[in-house]
């Protein structure tokens, strides 16, 4: 079932790759630093948030430059 027209990949594909990120970074690196605690879900939030914030305009300036130079390295077998 395709609900979006290819167009929008360029746009969806950074947002979606620095929510994953983010949010699993975020989550891992909390856990480290304050283990399962009552205080894990709120700083958890509270770090994705700050985390998603960077990661989203790096991902929509770094993904195009990734892509470009793994073409220039690549080749067809």
């Known amino acids: 079932?395709?609900?979006?027209?290819?167009?929008?990949y360029h746009i969806l594909m950074p947002l979606v790759?620095?929510?994953?990120?983010s949010i699993i970074m975020s989550g891992y690196v909390t856990f480290l630093n304050l283990g399962f605690s009552e205080l894990y879900f709120s700083q958890w939030f509270s770090s994705w948030w700050r985390a998603f914030s960077v990661a989203l305009p790096i991902s929509y300036f770094v993904i195009p430059l990734?892509?470009?130079?793994?073409?220039?390295?690549?080749?067809?077998?």
């Open 1 to 8: 079932m395709k609900i979006l027209p290819r167009k929008y």
């Open 17 to 21: 790759i620095a929510f994953m990120m």
């Open 66 to 77: 990734v892509r470009k130079f793994l073409d220039s390295i690549s080749y067809d077998d």
